[in-house]
């Protein structure tokens, strides 16, 4: 084996399999390196991706042997949850569950691997089990990894080591997160006895459901979600570090209570647990994006902050294989080109400009503030869940009329203005 690679990618997640696929497919020698013993053994996730970035380079992936997803979600379903109620916006679509398909649920224990050996069979070496401490940098310039006190040299090094980013944080090449746009995310897959899944969801074939849930358990930022796998769910939740701490709650403590709410408890009755993972995600979007490219190196992934949740739709494992693709182009280019300097890099910027990641990170830039407002958790739910009550509630006494309900229900809420503002505020940034 040489001792200098054209390009040496940190990571095997999806942006790290990703761009080694591409760089090794075009004929580079390319290392993937991963801490884990296998790819996907360490790495957090809902698991809900939507498909049109994996198509993009493996069009009906679906079909492959091994299959790399799960269930094909054609049932979205928005709830927002108080102590005791839960309404829901059900949106149901068959289109979502023909091909291309909309989404599908996703385990990393299988796609990642599933990733990584299209990556292999492409020509790039494996290092599994080997977690990389730092970078070898002469001056300026990034040459190269340090892993295990020996170093591995090439002409690029792509940043692919997730959310913590700390290969690029210890090396002062991006900064410490700021737990105001921090998350911390908790993943548990469940076990249901064979068929359950299909039985309590009311699924056929290899449809799926997700819910996303905000509100309770009430008082801290962030939300929960809940995905059907063939004969297991996900269900996990990202909570703000920031609510967190201020309030002094440990998200062990959330979560459990979470799962004893009356309407997700019985959706997960009987089962097991059979995983628990939990990690940092950067919430922060286009405004806390670190450098991407510079002498010798890229950032890809979650590694250089690609997330995106707007309350519908939770996404960064489309942004990480979509920006792993445009890392595997640019290291390509920049080995092709003997430049492997910020200049001769400086491609994945542009092309990641062009892309659906940057058009829609910049659309929805002032989506984290949106996020961060209190009553979103709290006294919006409780609002619609009562109006709600009070329409089906019946106890002989009658009903008054709908703007008494309306009335009655408005005291006691968010202010006129604050919804208005509110409104104005998220319609702004939609
Ligand atoms: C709770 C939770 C729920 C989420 N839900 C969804 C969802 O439903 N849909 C969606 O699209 N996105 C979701 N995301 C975001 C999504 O998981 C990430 O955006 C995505 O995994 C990023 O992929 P990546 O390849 O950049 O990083 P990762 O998937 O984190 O992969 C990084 C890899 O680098 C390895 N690594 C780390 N450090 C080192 C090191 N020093 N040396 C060697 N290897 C190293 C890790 O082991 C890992 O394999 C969720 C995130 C969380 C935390």
């Not at 295990?148 to 997160?177: K, M, Q, W, Y």
């Not at 995600?281 to 690609?306: K, R």
């Not at 390509?332 to 990641?352: E, H, I, M, N």
Request: hydrophobic residues 40%; charged residues 25%; proline residues 6%.
């Amino acid at each position: 084996m040489s001792d200098k690679f054209d390009v040496v990618v940190v990571g095997a997640g999806l942006a790290g399999a990703t761009a080694a696929f591409v760089a090794a497919s075009a004929g580079q020698q390319v290392i993937l390196a991963e801490r884990g013993s296998r790819p996907g053994s360490k790495t957090v996730s809902g698991g809900l991706l939507y498909t049109h970035a994996l198509a993009r380079l493996w069009p009906k992936f679906w079909e492959e042997d091994p299959c790399p997803v799960e269930r094909a979600i054609d049932r979205n379903v928005l709830t927002l949850l108080t102590p005791d109620q839960a309404l829901s916006v059900d949106h149901f679509d068959a289109r979502f569950g023909r091909p291309p398909y909309n989404s599908f649920s996703v385990l990393r224990s299988r796609l990642d691997p599933w990733v990584a050996g299209k990556a292999e069979a492409a020509g790039a070496t494996p290092v599994y089990g080997v977690k990389v401490d730092g970078l070898v940098r002469e001056g300026a310039r990034v040459v190269g990894i340090q892993a295990g006190g020996e170093e591995l040299r090439a002409d690029v090094v792509v940043l692919a080591d997730g959310a913590n980013a700390l290969t690029a944080r210890r090396s002062g090449l991006e900064p410490e997160g700021d737990p105001r746009h921090t998350g911390v995310g908790v993943k548990q897959v469940i076990e249901l006895p064979p068929g359950e899944v299909d039985k309590r969801f009311q699924l056929t074939g290899r449809s799926g459901t997700q819910y996303t849930t905000v509100g309770f358990p009430t008082k801290v930022e962030g939300g929960g979600f809940l995905y059907t796998n063939r004969d297991t769910l996900s269900l996990g939740m990202i909570i703000n570090l920031r609510s967190l701490v201020e309030r002094n709650v440990s998200m062990y403590d959330v979560l459990e209570e979470y799962k004893q709410h009356p309407f997700i408890a019985r959706l997960l009755e009987g089962g097991s647990l059979v995983e628990y993972s939990g990690c940092f995600v950067g919430e922060g979007g286009y405004d806390s994006l670190p450098p991407l490219a510079g002498d010798g190196y890229l950032l890809a992934g979650s590694a250089a902050g690609f997330f995106l949740n707007t309350g519908f739709t939770l996404r960064g494992m489309d942004f990480a294989i979509e920006s792993g693709r445009l890392a595997g182009e640019a290291a390509v280019a920049a080995v092709r080109a003997k430049d492997p300097t910020a200049r001769g890099l400086s491609g994945y910027a542009a092309s990641l400009e062009q892309s659906f990641v940057m058009r829609e990170l910049r659309e929805f830039r002032g989506y984290p503030s949106v996020f961060q407002n209190p009553r979103l958790y709290e006294q919006y739910p409780r609002l619609a869940a009562t109006l709600l009550d009070r329409l089906y509630s019946v106890d002989g006494r009658g009903r008054p009329p709908l703007r008494s309900v309306l009335k009655e229900t408005v005291r006691g809420g968010p202010s006129p203005l604050d919804l208005v503002r509110d409104l104005w505020s998220a319609a702004r940034r939609l």
